[in-house]
């Protein structure tokens, strides 16, 4: 008979299913390596994750005119948090991932005039139109905020903060994971909770090559 | 979300009822505009009661390509919020949120809304207010908006009420609240049960309504961030009574219990969704909707073959391999080849017709036309058919009239002895297996669904090749046969006593045909197998009389059986799918002239225009008409339920879903008793939705048409 089997089937067919495209792909995981990139950065210069080895290392995806980012930016919390990182020998590096058309590209000279009139302190802003470092780190917002080991291993990825909000005044009370997150890893610390919830606007990728 | 329909209506009455109303006291807020949005904050009552709890509503009208946001957002994103700032004493519930659609951007998946919603809000104002006085509510509003970028938006909105010694609602946002509550999630009617191994999972429903008839396409929103992939497709799989999707994990943690909203499209094209709290445990199985897809072909295949085994033992089958068993009774002491020759035919008659089925389906799969596929081996045509035709079989068992008759080559041929007969008799077996095995071929068509097509062929062979082991066995070992009796008188007396079990398949079959068609179908089938047994008679008559009389005996024979098949048509006619049958008991069926004619008797009239395979329509039943508030509510206002049942296309319903700008159902309305036209009600109903819409209606009770309408 068939009707019994294809319950069979369908389990089977449950646990087997074929890979699928999009996210699903293997992404980064914390305690996992984290995810290589290779970009030029405000000035031309390339960067790999490799370079970084020994390191402690904060990814900062951003897009400046997103409000989620501006939130951040305009009330010098992002600024601090690069101050912080900078006194602990840690390299901040901010990523733009939109194309060229889209909200948030920014070309070179673009982006050095942002981290000058934002009086940011990135070592550098990584420049991404091709979405290839989003893609590979599954960046779904901006902000979103990586924090890689200094053996390449990932230690936190998700949101800045837990109050998922435009407002600045609410940067106070929220819970600041990232900060929480970077003085762990500099402490050696284990880091707790290693995995938020991003909040911000959509990453503007661009269409997959 | 909302019917676009009814949003424009709502829209529409609602402008007058502003135009209308007083300069203090409004229904809607000033509106915040921007490029992106019109934003309200609405009410449902006209006036309120003092401690009574009443519906405010945040009203975002959203311009093309935008978006705003579900509770979880997706990938990106934030749900509005509300801030109130009521009186003292007076409290606000929490946001409600429509059941979202799925908005995708690049990679990435968004949960949210598109033209227009409303978030509804249940506000209770102290029991201390006074009549007279006013009530007013002021609440900051923050939302997002997005397209590809995105725009947080703020505003507050201050709306004054009226306090009255009681509440009135206002027929002119009662439809966008209704619309409102339509679009809520409702609680889930099914089982649910979910779990993950390594990053795949599957989310289970269980229980009735779920069919893959029923069940077109859906989509599970998580209602928390990281659980499960948002971009990642949910495969769908329905079988009778379940429902399974495949879910792909996200990198947050797992909690306890898989929450969300499962929305579900129906064969009707309307969605509904449904509130789900599911525990997690070990992965449940996927529905089994799909067959064999993700079987390996030789387990397929054997699971086939034994499948084909069983149905030997089939109620419809076994009458012709017990003629068939004479038939080799009749081969004991013969030569091995000759018994060998005669097992490989009916073994081969057997395999050929499986392929020759598996074919036709292909070519219906390719046609597009596979879903109706089950429908075929239930169609009553084909049921009163293998009736008649098991009834001639029984009568040539008999000894009525002998073989070579015009009732069937196959039967004719079957039991003539030669490897033809061997051969036909295999596709007459698999011929009348199929009434009885219309469950397994449901399954068998799943299955084919998902092979390529020389899959499909290989299994349906398996099919065969169970079905003729037995005789197969035979081929190869021909000795058994000398294990059988020698042929002598019992053989006919055999024969004899086998057409009872014919006679008895064709009663089952017409029992099968009561079920399928009633009472009127059981008539035509019964005077249809008044024409066989005729036909059967007089044809004995014409091959026993002399040469004379036998043109005119099989003339008068085949002018029976034209007869008989002239009927069949008939049948289609009487044809009424059970399941609605059931579900209609209380009702009347739908007609204009019921309608017209009950309205005319002062009484208001309800119609709801459904099917059978309307999930949503089943649905509504359960929860918003068949309830007991309801059948009493309509009871005491006289209102008289009529149901147009569209399972079969029925081109009068189809005109009447047209003229109200509909493609299929659901649709209901509700007449005012004498003239006047009728309410629309939402295509997803809840209990106050009806019993709301029934107020004004119940008011026309007793009322007879103006002369001239009538």
């Known amino acids: 008979m068939i009707l019994p089997i294809t319950r069979r089937a369908a389990l089977f067919a449950a646990t087997a299913l074929p890979l699928l495209p999009r996210l699903a792909m293997a992404g980064p995981a914390v305690g996992q390596p984290a995810p290589d990139f290779l970009l030029p950065d405000q000035d031309g210069a390339m960067h790999r994750l490799q370079d970084y080895r020994g390191k402690l290392l904060v990814l900062e995806w951003t897009n400046h005119e997103c409000p989620y980012v501006r939130k951040h930016y305009g009330s010098g919390n992002m600024q601090s948090l690069q101050a912080l990182a900078a006194d602990k020998g840690v390299v901040w590096l901010s990523i733009a991932s939109s194309p060229e058309g889209e909200q948030g590209h920014v070309t070179g000279a673009e982006a050095k005039e942002l981290t000058v009139s934002r009086g940011a302190r990135p070592e550098a802003v990584l420049l991404d139109p091709m979405s290839r470092a989003a893609r590979a780190y599954q960046a779904t917002t901006t902000p979103e905020m990586f924090v890689i080991g200094r053996d390449g291993t990932l230690l936190y990825m998700g949101g800045i903060d837990s109050i998922r909000s435009t407002r600045p005044a609410d940067i106070e009370r929220a819970e600041p994971y990232l900060r929480n997150a970077l003085l762990a890893a500099v402490e050696g610390r284990p880091v707790e909770p290693s995995v938020t919830r991003p909040y911000g606007c959509a990453v503007k990728y661009a269409p997959a090559a | 979300m909302i019917g676009k329909r009814f949003r424009r209506g709502a829209g529409a009455a609602l402008g007058l009822a502003l135009l209308a109303a007083g300069p203090a006291y409004a229904l809607e807020s000033a509106p915040f505009t921007s490029p992106q949005t019109s934003v309200t904050l609405v009410s449902e009552a006209a006036a309120i009661a003092p401690g009574e709890p009443f519906r405010l509503g945040l009203r975002q009208q959203i311009s093309p390509g935008w978006h705003t946001y579900w509770s979880n957002p997706g990938d990106a ?186 929305a579900v499209t129906d064969a009707a094209g309307s969605r509904s969704a449904y509130a789900l709290d599911a525990p997690l445990g070990p992965v449940p199985p996927a529905a089994s909707s799909t067959g064999g897809a993700g079987l390996p072909l030789w387990q397929a295949a054997l699971f086939a073959a034994l ?158 090749l169970g079905m003729g082991a037995p005789y197969a066995l035979l081929a190869f070992l021909p000795r058994l046969a000398r294990l059988l009796p020698r042929p002598g008188l019992w053989m006919e007396r055999l024969k004899q006593a086998l057409a009872f079990p014919m006679y008895g398949a064709a009663g089952w079959l017409l029992w099968v045909l009561t079920v399928q068609t009633g009472a009127d179908g059981l008539l035509v089938a019964l005077a249809g197998a008044l024409l066989v047994a005729f036909a059967a008679w007089v044809l004995g008559i014409a091959q026993s009389a002399g040469r004379r009389g036998a043109w005119a005996g099989r003339g008068a024979a085949a002018l029976a059986m034209l007869a008989a098949l002239a009927v069949l048509p008939q049948l289609q006619a009487a044809e009424t799918p059970q399941a609605t049958m059931a579900d209609a008991a209380a009702a009347e069926p739908w007609s204009e002239a019921r309608v017209a ?66 493609e299929g159902v659901p649709l209901y309305l509700l007449y005012p008793a004498g003239s006047g036209d ?33």
């Open chain 2, 597 to 662: 004619e009950l309205r005319a008797q002062g009484r208001p009239v309800f119609v709801n225009l459904t099917a059978a395979w309307c999930i949503t329509c089943k649905v509504n039943e359960r929860v918003a008409l068949d309830t007991t508030a309801t059948q009493e509510a309509f009871a005491a206002a006289g209102v008289a339920t009529l149901v147009g049942d569209w399972t079969n296309g029925d081109p009068a319903i189809g005109a009447l879903l047209q003229r109200h700008g509909r």
């Open chain 2, 678 to 710: 009728p309410v629309v009600l939402p295509q997803i109903l809840t209990e106050s939705i009806v019993l709301q819409a029934l107020e004004p209606v119940a008011r026309t009770a007793g009322q007879m048409p103006a002369p001239s309408q009538s």
């Open chain 2, 307 to 464: 499948g084909g085994l069983l149905l030997n033992l089939m109620p419809c089958v076994f009458p012709i391999l017990a003629m068939k068993a004479v038939g080799i009774a009749a081969l004991a002491g013969r030569a091995d080849r000759t018994i060998r020759l005669h097992a490989l035919s009916y073994v081969t008659g057997v395999l050929l017709s499986f392929l020759a089925l598996a074919g036709l389906l292909l070519l219906l799969k390719g046609a597009g036309m596979a879903a109706g596929w089950g429908f075929q081996f239930t169609s009553p045509l084909f049921v009163a058919a293998m009736a008649w035709l098991m009834l001639a079989v029984g009568l040539n068992l008999s000894g009525v009239y002998a073989l070579g008759g015009p009732v069937s080559a196959g039967s004719g041929l079957a039991a003539k002895g030669g490897h033809a007969g061997s051969f036909f008799t295999g596709v007459l077996a698999v011929l009348v297996a199929t009434p009885c095995t219309a469950p397994f071929m449901a399954a068998a068509t799943g299955a084919a669904f998902a092979m390529p097509p020389a899959a499909t062929l290989a299994v349906f062979a398996a099919l065969g």
């Open chain 2, 77 to 262: 994103g934030e749900p509005p919020s509300l801030t109130f700032d009521l009186p003292a004493g007076a409290s606000a519930g929490e946001l409600q949120f429509p059941a979202p659609e799925r908005i995708e951007y690049g990679p990435l998946v968004n949960f949210g809304y598109e033209n227009e919603v409303v978030f509804p809000v249940t506000v209770t104002p102290p029991a201390d207010l006074q009549p007279g006085q006013s009530f007013t509510v002021r609440t900051d509003a923050f939302w997002l908006v997005c397209k590809d970028i995105c725009i947080p938006e703020e505003t507050s909105f201050t709306l004054a009420l009226p306090v009255e010694p009681t509440a009135r609602s206002d027929a002119a946002t009662a439809p966008l609240f209704a619309a409102a509550e339509a679009s809520l999630p409702r609680p889930s009617l099914w089982q649910a049960e979910a779990g993950f191994e390594g990053d795949r999972g599957v989310l289970r429903l269980s229980g009735d309504l779920l069919s893959p008839d029923a069940v077109a396409s859906a989509f599970f929103f998580p209602a928390e961030w990281g659980v499960i992939e948002n971009a990642a497709p949910q495969e769908l799989r329905v079988g009778q009574g379940e429902l399974s999707l495949g879910l792909v994990r996200a990198k947050g943690e797992l909690p306890e219990r898989l929450s969300g909203v499962i």
